[in-house]
Structure formats: C-alpha cells, structure tokens
C-alpha cells in the first residue's frame, strides 16, 4: 500500500469568499459590504466536494454536436453532461447573468464580479455564456422592442435548459458571433450578409468561425446590411416556433474552455431584427465587449486566486526536508510572489469593476483605458502564474485528478478571446488619445503617499504618455505594461498591509523584474504575505 501520511488534505469543503481576505476586503472597499451575505451563501456553495465535482464531470464529458436525427433532419444541437447543467443553476440562481442590470444599485457590478470571481475558481467553461449574457444588456438597449421581450427572460434566475422558443422558458442566455474565419480582430473584414426582408427583418447568409455556446438562445452578430456592417439578434427559433436556420458545422477541439462549445456555424437565411444603427455595428456591439472584456479580467484573477488558494494550501500540509514547504524560504519566496500577482490583480480587477458602477467622467475614461489594459496585463500573467503554481504542488500538479491541469489549459483563452494581447494594446493608445483629462485621472488614481519608489515610477510613466513617441504602436505593450504595474501598486499601497505594498513596489518597479516567480529581492516579508493567501477557515 501507498503510505499516503505526507499528502494534504483536499482543500474543500471551504468557503471561497470568507476564505478570501483579499476579496472581501476589495468587497468592503468598492461598494459592495450589502452583498456580503449572498456571496458567503455562494462561496460555501462553490466550496462543497459536490460543487468542486461538477467542474470535474463538466469537463471529462465533454459536449457533443447533434447536426441531424436519424431521418436526416436538421437539429444543430449541442448535450451537455448534467454537471453543466447544475453548474449553470447554481450561476444564474446567484444572477451572475444579469444581476447588476436587473437589480441596480450602487456597488452592483462589484459584487457580480466577485461572485463571477469565484465561480471561475471551480469551473471556467459555464463562464462564457454567463459573461456574454451580461455583456450584452447595453447592447440590446438599443433596440428597445427587443429589450423588452427579452431583458425580462435574461434577468430570470430560473435557469431553463430546454431547448425551446424562448416565450416559454423561464430565463434565456445570450452568446456573440463576430469572428470569421478570414479575419477576427478585424472585424471591418466581415462578410456575413443581412438581407432585409418586408417585415422588417433580416436573413443572414454566411458563416461564423467562432461562436461560443451555441444552445445560448439568442445571439448579437454582426453582418453587412446595404449600409455596412450591422449588428443584429439572432435567435435560435424564428417568430413562427420553426428552428432558426442556423447550422452547426463542427464543435472546436480546445486546448481547455473544454465543458464549453464553441462552434463553428453557417446562417442558411437565419431569422434576425437589427439592434441600433444600421450601418454601425461596431460601435453597437463594442459595448458589449467592454462589459466582456471586464469579464475577462475577473475571469483570469479568479483562475490566478484558485491556483494561489491550491498551492499556499499544499505547502502549508505537505513537508520537505524536515519542514513543511511553505517554510522552505526558497518556497516562501515563490509563494509570496504568486500571491502578490494574484493579489495585484484581484484588487485592480475590482476597482475596475467599480467604474462600470458608476457613470462619472472619470470613471468612464477608467474603463475606456484600464479595461484593455487590465485585460492585457492580467490574462498575460495567468498562464506563468498557473504554471508556477502546478509547481508549487509537484507531481500531483501535473495529473488530470489535480485542479492545476484545468487551470493551466484555461489560462491561455482569455487573453485571446474578445481581442488578443496586441488589439488590447492598440485600444489602449487609442482611448489614450481620446481621453481629454486622462492625465488628471491617472494622477488621482495614482495619488497614493510617498512611497518613492511608485513616484519615481509614476513621474516615468507620465513622460511617456506625454510624449511624441507614446503612439508608436511597437512600444504599446511596455507602455500598458507601466501603466498596470503603477496602478497596482497605488492600489496595494493604499488598500494592502504594507507587507505586500512593500514586496510589490520592490519587485514590481525596479529595473530587474523577474522572468521567473520566486524571485522577490532580500528584505521582504515573504511569509506574511503568503500566509495571507493561504484559504481561511
Ligand atoms: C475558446 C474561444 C472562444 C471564442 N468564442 C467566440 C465567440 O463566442 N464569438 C466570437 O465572435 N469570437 C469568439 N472567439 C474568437 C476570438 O474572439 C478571436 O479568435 C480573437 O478575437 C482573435 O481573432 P483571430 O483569431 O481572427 O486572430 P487575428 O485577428 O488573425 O489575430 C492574430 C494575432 O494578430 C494580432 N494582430 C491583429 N491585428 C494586429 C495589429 N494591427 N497589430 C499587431 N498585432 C495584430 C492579434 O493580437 C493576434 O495575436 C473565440 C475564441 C476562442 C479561442
């Protein structure tokens, strides 16, 4: 027999919120302490060995693509193993769809955020049609007819499987289709027609290359219509109760995001009615991109939170060398390093959550720059900080039975999709450009003592943006990069134990950044800050 006497004890059942001192500090402080209650009840939900088997289940059984019957009619659907199925309950009964929308109030995007930030710790794929469900409010206002049949389904908490028109479901998912398959990042290069119709409508002819679960029950696309590209919704049944003519070519064979579908579809004259200006379809459907792309931030710190949670866990139970790893100050070192970029993330992550609370000048040249550029940084750090916490844990890091291996694949996505790493950046100068008082804006968010060392940095930083040279394209990424990395310092300084501002400033906004995890200089208090990650309760 296996002596199995120096293996950790499973981290669950535990409580992914009040288990968090980060998050719930970030809760407090953004406006959101009322939702404190709610997300406990979620994060002990989460928590459950039940729960964390659900993500296991939802990604060993995978989806599978049903294109026709046994006669040979069409059918275009997608079965998902049931633990999808709970796992999507459990989301929408928390509202992590809709929530803000349905019920606004000050702090509401925060505490969404925090909700969608722990949800991804356990499973990422039921993300997707989650974030794009949310993402797609804004955009859908602009077709007040439509958003008045259909915002009441969206906010419905009552998650409804079933494949039927949505009049008779209970509550209804929203997903996107904008990439093609000659070109994603430029969508300018789309050519999806939209024909319009006597009634008012449209029928689309063409194809999607991209178009993530496909069982959503409507989708924004975009198509071009006489007067350019167009944005328009599509659902999956026509007024008459008929299937839509939208046609399921294959399921993509993923990295990870693997208990979600993504699929690639063609419209065979496919039933849609317009959202906003015809003609303006980008600007129509980029606001649901900025929603999204905020996701795509909480969706990467809550990726980074799970692996920190599972390698503090391990080397606080597991011994090497007469001591218990988290004590090997070697070991020390790297954790605390995980933990400062987790931290580092989560509390930028939602200050920004907190801009899309509120509707001030400020705030909306806060999202228009940090969204991008949050994303870009944050999803860029994901993948190494899930491949050092892989580490952190050893060989069993590394087996299928371990949660790391899911991590790790899921890392990479969130940086590719809704505009990979360079369009963040270029986005990034853009909103820079357009930004009248961004410098004011900066200054105060960046207002944080006197520590010298984020002055110094800071003063850099405002030279560059300043200059000639802050528009060459070549350059936008080390110039996100400032960006980021002074921003959350500010935030650590002002809001974290001087512990972790300290290490963060020290190994963050020096010259000699580390390739590698673990690499934090002498003089830091490495075990305080680890210790703060570790999972309470
Ligand atoms: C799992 C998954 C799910 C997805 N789901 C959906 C979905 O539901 N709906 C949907 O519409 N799409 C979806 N996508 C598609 C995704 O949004 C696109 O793949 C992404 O936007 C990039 O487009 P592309 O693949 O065509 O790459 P390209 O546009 O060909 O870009 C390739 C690379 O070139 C870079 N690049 C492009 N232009 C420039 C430039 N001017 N300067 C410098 N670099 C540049 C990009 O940053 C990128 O790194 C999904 C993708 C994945 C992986």
């Known amino acids: 027999m296996f002596d199995t006497s120096n293996q950790p004890p499973p981290l669950e059942p535990y409580n992914l919120f009040t288990g968090d001192i980060v998050l719930r500090e970030a809760v407090a402080r953004e406006q959101a302490s009322w939702a404190q209650g709610s997300l406990t009840a979620l994060g002990a939900t989460l928590g459950t060995p039940d729960t964390v088997k659900l993500g296991f289940d939802a990604n060993k059984f995978t989806p599978q693509l049903k294109t026709l019957d046994r006669y040979g009619h069409r059918l275009d659907e997608v079965e ?8 999507l309950t459990i989301a929408l009964q928390a509202g992590l769809h809709s929530s803000p929308w349905a ?19 356990i499973e990422s794929g039921v993300y997707c049609p989650v974030a794009m469900t949310y993402g797609s409010v804004p955009t859908l206002r602009n077709a007040p007819a439509l958003a008045k049949d259909w915002l009441p389904k969206i906010f419905g908490r009552d998650y409804d499987r079933r494949f039927v028109p949505v009049k008779q479901k209970s509550a209804a998912l929203l997903g996107m289709g904008m990439t093609e398959n000659q070109g994603g990042s430029d ?15 449209f029928r689309l002819h063409g194809s999607k290359w991209f178009m993530s679960a496909p069982m959503c029950d409507a989708f924004l696309v ?8 167009s944005c328009l919704l599509m659902p999956r049944w026509t007024p008459d109760g008929e299937r839509n003519a939208i046609h399921i070519v294959r399921l993509k064979d993923k990295l990870g995001n693997r208990s979600n579908a993504s699929s690639e579809v063609e419209f065979a004259g496919a039933y849609a009615q317009l959202v ?39 080397a606080r139970h597991r011994t090497a060398f007469q001591k218990k790893l988290i ?41 228009r720059v940090l969204t991008p550029a949050a994303k870009f940084w944050i999803c860029k750090r994901t993948p190494f900080l899930c491949l050092e916490a892989m580490e952190v844990i050893g ?37 820079i450009g357009r930004a009248a008082d961004l410098a004011d804006v900066l200054r105060r968010e960046l207002d944080a003592g006197g520590d010298a060392r984020l002055k110094s940095f ?50 963050r906004l020096s010259e000699s950044r580390g390739g590698a995890f673990g690499t934090l200089p002498r003089g830091v208090d490495a075990h305080t800050i680890a210790m703060r990650a570790a999972p309470q309760g």
């Open 395 to 431: 060989g069993s890091g590394y087996i299928e039975e371990c949660i790391m291996p899911r991590l790790y694949r899921e890392a990479p996505v969130n940086s590719i999709w809704e505009g990979a790493g360079n369009i963040m950046c270029l986005d990034v100068l853009r909103a």
């Open 80 to 87: 998902f193993h049931p633990a999808w199925h709970e796992l």
């Open 222 to 229: 975009l198509a071009q219509t006489a007067k350019g590209l």
């Open 187 to 201: 969508l300018r290069t789309n050519s999806t027609r939209a024909e319009p119709t006597a009634d008012g409508s």
């Open 458 to 507: 800071a003063a850099a930083l405002f030279k560059q943006l300043s200059a000639a040279e802050r528009n060459d394209e070549a350059q936008a990424r080390s110039l996100v990069r400032d960006l980021v990395l002074a921003l959350q310092a500010a935030l650590l300084i002002r809001h974290s134990p001087p512990a972790v501002a300290d290490a963060f400033c020290a190994s």
């Open 327 to 367: 004590d090997q100050p070697l070991m020390t070192n790297v954790l605390a390093d995980l933990a400062l970029e987790c931290e580092a993330a989560t509390v930028l992550t939602m200050r920004l959550a907190r801009a899309y609370d509120e509707s001030d000048e400020a705030s909306l040249a806060i999202r």
């Open 103 to 121: 019920e606004p109030k000050p702090g509401a995007h925060v505490a969404r955020a925090a909700g969608t930030y722990m949800l991804t710790q």
């Open 276 to 314: 906003g200006e015809e003609g303006r379809g980008i600007p129509t459907i980029i606001e649901m991109a900025g929603y999204t792309r905020l996701d795509c931030c909480i969706g990467s710190s809550g990726l980074m939170r799970q692996a920190v949670a599972q390698g503090v866990h391990h």
